[in-house]
């Protein structure tokens, strides 16, 4: 082989060692096989009843069936546009008296009810649930989801792994778990040892005993309309004596504790651990970069977050009818007698404390 | 020489480190998104400004998107921030303006210093909400972002808000597939780890949005700087006020598709940069300021990102001067060896960055086109080299500002 031979070699095999690696990428650049922008949610809001909206969305060529199931009180079966099986009851009753009641017995199907709807206890619906009156579950069942337009109830020990949506009051017995999403057009009762890690409603009550009492009023101007607010920024550890009132906002790189009584006419933040004593008032958010443990009876106007751990003790109030608002944090305890008054948010898990 | 080379093997070391510890946060560590649970509140009056410069190819879209927005009506003002354009952006403004009463405040400059930092400064005059929102307006925001960019603001310790940019022409072509990569890298993986370690998110000036107290605090927008937004990001730093970026709060941009657009837009950025490491560096590290130590620390290696592109340039250079003159231990071959191995290692963290990004949005097969990226780099670091060069220059011949606006391609809106 001469010397021209055998440099050219050389530059098409050095040629062919760079290109090697370019190989997919000229495929990928030529066929665009992945060349679409990042599907990024443009129509929604991420709202907590957006699944419970598509369920209904889902439902709608069930709604002939479902008024003449009603009508004629007899039941109805048949296959959905996408394969799912689904039963229709004119009378929820009717239920209770189906085979999949027996322990341990799988309910495979849709099931729909024209009316209320009661279920037997120690089952499984591995298929989602719709009632146009009441659902009532007997315990330790296990539901994928569950819609109603009025009132929902679980009974002990139940379990619903994606979400459960009421039109009406939703009431969760104990020791019951809300895997997803659990919301209420009214209300949220959760008794003494339930888990949860979404929670919405215009009212979430806690425990066996929550509190009546009517939400005290501030009685000043909401945050957004209030003129803006000085800003303390403190380094280290600080304190809020009982009784104090603190005027603006206040931000504590350190560990923050506030006396019972006290009152902060603006926004807290803390780097480090929060503690509330009793009867604290704050009139806007609380913020803690770590755990912060709310005592009794405070009252919090504004958004609640720990990037760590929560813990309310009993008959603190979050937010106000008026002006609901989102408590959130990794984990949360909650005990019986709080209120909170918007969304519950656990990202990690959500507790009601106490025994039942 | 010799020693120059040293401490520029060290920098970039330190860079290469940096990029890995980013990734490998995002990868394995706990992720940071405190605020983007807030979903109800008591949500407070907000300003969008939509900064505006002969933008009627795209005006329109951004205005329908935000009047599409989920956050209460009565609370939410938009202002349009026309600056100087002489195309039918005006037109465009004010025929909606006119067809929707009352969501629409337009503030139209007609003169004035160029610049986005001195049209939204010239606006503030319309502002009087304590949360402010910009926008750039090719920008395509999603229903849900006005309260995602919002909600932040309940933490009176952040001053700035930052959320993530998202590609919409991707498929264009190599260009727009790379600057894909490259923003997905940018933001989920280096933004989201520096909020994750609680060190210094930038803000972008555009899908963003600042306190008003705070801005106030810190002396408004300096409209003598080619990235207003890093110089918020310093001065917000420096007054003890947190920039937070949110991860989930994505909105369409539409990236430059032709290499002379994206040329002239990362020599701005790179201006810009220096501008504010000239500025911020050393106030920053040695300063009585409320930054804490890691703040000033990893605000300091941000500051010097673009300066590493001359940098890492002149350490090529030094490694093949040191090697053929043979004036170091072993004739040079170990300098030039630690420089190979940033080319081969240190370069790759960024790519490492990218890769791990693409991964995490489920975008398994545009990693394929990650070999592609040593091109973009290729001209990047020329062009970052060739701004701070012309930016020296500049100051010794004391020549004037300059804005350059980045062209739009998309088709108008009929």
Redesign the interface.
């Known amino acids: 082989m001469n010397s021209f031979l055998t440099v050219a070699a050389l530059f098409v095999l050095t040629g062919a060692l760079f290109a090697l690696p370019l190989l997919p990428a000229v495929r990928e650049l030529r066929r665009k096989s992945d060349a679409s922008p990042l599907n990024v949610i443009q129509k929604h809001a991420g709202e907590i009843r957006y699944f419970a909206d598509s369920f209904r969305t889902y439902l709608r060529p069930l709604e002939p069936l479902l008024r003449e199931c009603a009508r004629s009180g007899q039941k109805a079966s048949g296959v959905m546009p996408d394969g799912t099986e689904y039963l229709v009851l004119g009378s929820g009753n009717e239920a209770l008296a189906l085979p999949f009641g027996d322990k341990d017995r799988l309910c495979p199907v849709l099931l729909a009810s024209a009316s209320d709807l009661t279920v037997s206890p120690d089952s499984a619906f591995t298929r989602d649930i719709y009632a146009q009156g009441r659902f009532v579950g007997g315990p330790n069942n296990q539901y994928r989801a569950v819609l109603a337009d009025y009132e929902v109830h679980l009974g002990k020990g139940s379990r619903v792994m994606r979400w459960v949506h009421a039109g009406g009051e939703l009431s969760v017995e104990s020791h019951s778990k809300l895997h997803g999403r659990a919301s209420s057009d009214f209300r949220i009762r959760l008794r003494p040892g339930c888990s949860f890690l979404r929670l919405n409603a215009p009212r979430i009550e806690f425990g066996t005993s929550p509190s009546e009492a009517p939400t005290p009023n501030f009685n000043v101007a909401p945050i957004s309309s209030s003129p803006t607010l000085t800003r303390l920024l403190h380094e280290g550890d600080f304190e809020i004596p009982s009784g104090e009132t603190f005027q603006g906002d206040l931000v504590v790189r350190g560990r923050l504790r506030i006396g019972s009584g006290a009152q902060v006419r603006g926004s807290v933040k803390s780097g480090k651990a929060m503690i509330l004593d009793s009867g604290v008032r704050i009139e806007g958010s609380l913020i803690s970069a770590a755990k912060l443990l709310i005592g009794p009876d405070c009252l919090i106007q504004g958004p609640v977050i720990s990037e760590h751990e929560l813990l309310i003790q009993t008959g603190t109030h979050c937010g106000t009818p008026h002006a609901p608002t989102t408590v959130s944090a990794p984990r949360i305890k909650i005990a019986g007698g709080v209120v909170a008054f918007g969304s519950v948010w656990a990202r990690d898990h959500g507790e009601v404390l106490g025994s039942a | 020489m010799i020693y120059v080379l040293y401490i520029i093997v060290v920098l970039i070391c330190v860079y290469t480190i940096r990029h890995y510890v980013f990734t490998l946060n995002r990868l394995f560590a706990y992720q940071?998104h405190?605020?983007i649970?807030?979903?109800?509140?008591?949500?407070?009056?907000v300003t969008v400004l939509v900064a505006a410069h002969n933008e009627e190819k795209v005006i329109a879209h951004i205005l329908d998107?935000l009047l599409a927005a989920?956050y209460p009506a009565d609370?939410m003002l938009i202002v349009p921030v026309n600056d100087r354009s002489t195309d039918r952006t005006r037109e465009i403004i004010d025929d909606f303006v006119q067809r929707i009463p009352g969501r629409i405040r337009p503030f139209h400059r007609t003169r004035g210093k160029p610049g986005k930092a001195a049209a939204l400064k010239d606006a503030m005059e319309l502002v009087d909400t304590?949360v402010i929102l910009i926008f750039d307006a090719d920008y395509?925001p999603?229903?849900?972002i006005i309260?995602?960019l919002t909600?932040p603001f309940?933490?009176?310790?952040v001053g700035g808000v930052m959320g993530r940019v998202?590609?919409?022409?991707?498929?264009a072509n190599?260009l727009t597939?790379l600057l894909?990569l490259e923003r997905?890298g940018g933001y989920q993986v280096d933004q989201q780890a520096r909020m994750n370690l609680r060190l210094v998110p930038q803000h972008g000036g555009t899908v963003a949005g600042v306190r008003?107290?705070a801005l106030r605090e810190i002396g408004g927008w300096n409209e003598n700087t080619l990235t207003e937004d890093t110089d918020l990001t310093y001065r917000l730093l420096l007054h003890?006020w947190k920039t937070v970026y949110q991860n989930r709060s994505?909105?369409?941009e539409e990236v430059p598709e032709t290499w002379s657009v994206r040329i002239r837009q990362i020599m701005r950025w790179a201006k810009g940069h220096n501008q504010a490491m000239v500025t911020y560096t050393l106030p920053l590290l040695f300063g009585n300021n409320?930054a804490?130590p890691r703040e000033r620390l990893d605000g300091a290696l941000l500051l010097g990102v673009y300066i590493m592109g001359p940098i890492t340039l002149l350490g090529w250079i030094l490694a093949l001067a040191v090697f053929y003159r043979g004036i170091a231990q072993f004739n040079g071959i170990l300098a030039l060896l630690s420089i190979t191995a940033y080319a081969a290692i240190g370069n790759l963290a960024a790519f490492f960055e990218i890769a791990a990004a693409a991964r995490l949005?489920g975008?398994?097969?545009?990693i394929?086109?990650?070999?592609?990226l040593v091109f973009g780099f290729t001209v990047s670091i020329f062009s970052v080299t060739h701004a701070a060069v012309s930016q020296v220059s500049g100051l010794l011949t004391k020549a004037e500002f300059h804005w350059d606006k980045t062209e739009r391609f998309r088709k108008a809106a009929s």
Do not use: H, M
């Not at chain 2, 309940?154 to 310790?157: A, T």
């Not at chain 2, 975008?363 to 545009?366: I, S, T």
């Open positions: 940071r405190p605020y649970d807030i979903d109800i509140a008591d949500w407070p009056p998107a989920k609370k304590e395509i999603g229903a849900g309260k995602q909600a309940f933490d009176p310790e998202v590609p919409i022409n991707v498929g190599l597939r894909d997905a008003r107290s003890g994505e909105c369409y409320r804490t949005d975008n398994a097969k545009r394929r086109l990650l070999p592609f």
